[in-house]
């Protein structure tokens, strides 16, 4: 499943399935990006980075897409699992200010 | 173990009075942080420090105050002033690192004024 845009949309998937996690930034300027997870109640925790001058990233069980044509950054986990359940924002960083998205709650369903 | 501690996690106040959050970091970092997070909004910036005894209003100071005396510490003082303090707070940091530029959390404190 996909989700799109800076509000929070819920993203619900069956554990196993592939997460696909949309994140529109806003500025052409911005050359590091970060995606953080963030369970109830909790700080946020950093998954994965990635630089402007990058279009793919992989971590473990985690690929961030980076589309500047677009101002479009995604998040991609494999084989979801219960404990993925969490909101996942974006994070834009552009000379020494950095804006975060609202985030997009994913719920897994075993 | 290394780390941003905030304290208390949960804070209960009376309208019209100060209250203070505690953020402590022993990641020896130099830039220090505070955000408001509200349901259904990102994280705003408040206040941030750079370095000690120093710091810079952020896009929603007004109503907030910062101190920065010593690296580890960088309290955030919700004052009368601020008209809508019940929210999610959190402090982070971030070391000078030229590889990245991630931002540490803390886990958080929950202020409710009624």
């Known amino acids: 499943g996909e989700s799109v845009g800076l509000h929070l949309p819920t993203l619900s998937v069956q554990e196993g399935d592939n997460s696909i996690i949309n994140c529109a930034y806003s500025?052409?300027?911005?050359?590091?990006f970060i995606w953080y997870k963030q369970e109830s109640g909790k700080g946020p925790q950093f998954i994965i980075d990635?630089?402007?001058?990058?279009d793919k990233r992989q971590g473990q069980r985690v690929t961030v897409l980076l589309n500047k044509t677009v101002k479009h950054l995604s998040l991609q986990i494999a084989a979801t699992q219960p404990g993925d359940s969490a909101v996942y924002f974006c994070?834009?960083?552009?000379?020494?200010?950095?804006?975060f998205g609202a985030g997009t709650r994913l719920t897994v369903k075993p | 173990d290394g780390g941003i501690t905030q304290s208390p996690k949960y804070l209960f106040r009376k309208e019209g009075q100060n209250v203070t959050l505690s953020c402590e970091q022993n990641?020896?970092?130099?830039?220090m942080y505070w955000y408001r997070q509200d349901p259904g909004q990102g994280l705003r910036l408040i206040y941030y420090s750079q370095i000690v005894n120093d710091f810079q209003k952020g896009d929603i100071a007004e109503g907030y105050s910062v101190s920065r005396e010593k690296k580890e510490s960088f309290p955030l003082t919700v004052t009368s002033a601020q008209k809508n303090p019940t929210a999610f707070y959190l402090c982070a940091s971030r070391g000078a690192s030229g590889n990245s530029y991630e931002q540490y959390f803390g886990p958080g404190t929950r202020l409710t004024v009624t």
């Open positions: 990635i630089r402007s001058n990058m």
């Open positions: 994070a834009e960083y552009n000379n020494n200010d950095m804006r």
């Open positions: 990641l020896n970092h130099d830039a």
């Open positions: 500025n052409s300027a911005s050359d590091y």
